[in-house]
């Protein structure tokens, strides 16, 4: 995988969970919820409030890391770019290339 710049690496992780937020509803909505589930202690058994929690940690620990290891963030943000897309294709019934 080519190097990314860790702000490239930033937007593309916000713009997934930006699109899962989309294919769910009311974007805000929706983030208050995860936020305050997350104020809450984030056990929570729904499978997809538990994927939304996870993507919203990693958001908030690739904004507030000091040294990013770039490569490593970059593989995490490739798996949740990947389960953004089978959110939205389950959600909005539409296959995404």
């Known amino acids: 995988m080519p190097q990314m710049a860790p702000d490239l690496i930033m937007e593309a992780v916000r713009k997934a969970q930006i699109a ?5 509803g009311e ?3 929706i ?3 995860v936020h305050k589930a997350i104020q809450n ?4 058994k729904d499978p ?10 990693l958001v908030q620990q ?3 890391a000091p040294d990013l290891n770039v490569e ?13 897309s089978d959110i939205v294709e ?3 019934e539409e296959k995404l290339e």
Do not use: H, N, W
Request: negative net charge; aromatic residues 10%.
């Open 20 to 24: 899962v937020y989309y294919s769910l």
């Open 27 to 29: 974007p805000a909505f």
């Open 31 to 33: 983030e208050d919820a």
């Open 41 to 44: 202690g984030g056990k929570m």
């Open 48 to 57: 997809l409030l538990k994927c939304l929690i996870e993507i919203e940690r």
């Open 62 to 64: 690739i904004s507030e």
């Open 72 to 84: 490593k963030a970059a593989e995490e943000v490739d798996d949740v770019i990947q389960m953004a």
């Open 90 to 92: 389950l959600f909005t």
